[in-house]
């Protein structure tokens, strides 16, 4: 049986990395979060003392890291060699960085491949277990699986997302912890436009906007958007 293949993109804030885990557990299908990789990534350069800025240096790690991505939505680990790196790669000194090596081109082939490898493993057969997977980040609609089944691009406004991020970070979504939100959400998503568009929705992408959505509804949504084609 050929695995169904559902591709998400969105902004940072637009809960896309739950929306997914969610969607894909209800559904037995298994989930890659690719900016799991690039903070993996980047935590693995740092971890080595090298400077992000340094391209070749960069690059050559990237290529010659360990990464063992856990595609389980229930619990999906990341590794790098032996090394559980979850919930490092969560830290904020991490998600200040990422963009810088996220722009870097060779650094994006790299990592585009073994994303690629990855689905195409559930594609053909199912490889964890599962009957498919959803896989999530900022350019697999149009770049990493623009073949995919199902193809969305997870939105919100500028307030939502905020106001989540600001939730999640500081429990708390009052003026002062949107305004400290701002900065690291509204940066990173500029950063990161530079290289990728995830924005608009690209010819055939769904637009799926959750800014009056709870959890629950997004993940409705979503499902129906699957189940239509599956
Ligand atoms: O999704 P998340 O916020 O964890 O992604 C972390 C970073 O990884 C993003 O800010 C972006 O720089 C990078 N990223 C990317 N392409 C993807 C997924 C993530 O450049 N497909």
Not at 11 to 28: E, F, M, N, T, Y
Not at 39 to 68: I, S
Not at 196 to 204: L, P, R, S
Request: charged content about 25%.
């Amino acid at each position: 049986v050929r695995g169904v293949v559902v591709a998400v993109d969105g902004p940072s804030g637009s809960g896309k990395s739950s929306v997914c885990r969610q969607v894909a557990a209800r559904l037995g299908l298994a989930y890659l979060d690719t900016g799991a990789m690039y903070r993996a990534a980047t935590w693995w350069c740092l971890d080595q003392g090298l400077d992000l800025g340094d391209q070749l240096a960069v690059t050559a790690a990237v290529r010659a890291m360990d990464l063992r991505m856990g595609m389980d939505p229930a619990a999906p680990h990341v590794r790098v060699g032996e090394t559980d790196v979850s919930a490092a790669i969560r830290e904020p000194a991490i998600s200040g960085a990422v963009s810088l090596l996220s722009t870097n081109l060779d650094v994006r082939a790299e990592l585009n491949a073994r994303q690629r490898a990855l689905i195409d493993a559930e594609r053909t057969d199912g490889s964890s277990g599962g009957t498919g997977v959803v896989a999530e980040g900022r350019d697999i609609t149009t770049v990493v699986a623009p073949d995919a089944d199902v193809r969305v691009l997870l939105t919100a406004s500028e307030e939502a997302r905020l106001a989540r991020r600001a939730l999640e970070v500081h429990g708390t979504a009052d003026a002062a912890a949107v305004a400290a939100t701002r900065a690291h959400v509204v940066g990173r998503d500029a950063k990161d436009s530079t290289v990728v568009e995830f924005q608009t929705a690209a010819d055939g992408v769904l637009l799926l906007d959750s800014s009056a959505l709870s959890f629950e509804e997004t993940v409705s949504a979503l499902l129906a958007l699957v189940l239509d084609v599956a």
